[in-house]
């Protein structure tokens, strides 16, 4: 096997990873909702109909997979949920697929 087709093998596998991470749009939507800046639950709660445990569930995810924390606030004066920085990267790689979904796929 050569070093192309080993490259593009792992290439393929991180990019498995990544498509099963996310699959669940829930995810990503707490991560975009989340780029700019703290939301309590309840304000996630507000802007994405799913139920208090579907969202729960999906930010402790988050939290075990390294991309969100949850910490006090005052800004919030409570516990309020933070993007990690690889969590902001990703917001950049959301918004040029938004991007590129708005310019070639008809909805």
């Known amino acids: 096997m050569d070093s ?3 490259e593009e093998q792992a290439d ?3 990019l498995q990873k990544f498509q099963h991470n996310f699959e669940n749009s829930l995810k990503s939507s707490i991560i975009y909702l ?5 939301l309590t639950i309840g304000e996630l709660e507000q802007r994405i ?5 579907q969202i729960l569930e999906q930010l402790q995810e988050l939290i075990e997979d390294g991309l969100v924390i ?4 005052e800004k ?3 516990l309020a949920y933070y993007l990690t920085a690889p ?6 790689q959301f918004k040029e697929s938004i991007r590129w979904s ?4 008809r909805y």
């Open 4 to 6: 192309r087709h080993t």
């Open 12 to 14: 393929l596998l991180a």
């Open 34 to 38: 989340l780029r700019d800046g703290a």
């Open 49 to 53: 109909d799913q139920s208090h445990g």
């Open 70 to 73: 949850q910490q006090m606030s």
């Open 76 to 78: 919030v004066h409570g």
């Open 87 to 92: 969590a902001e990267d990703l917001v950049r």
């Open 102 to 105: 708005k310019q070639h796929i």
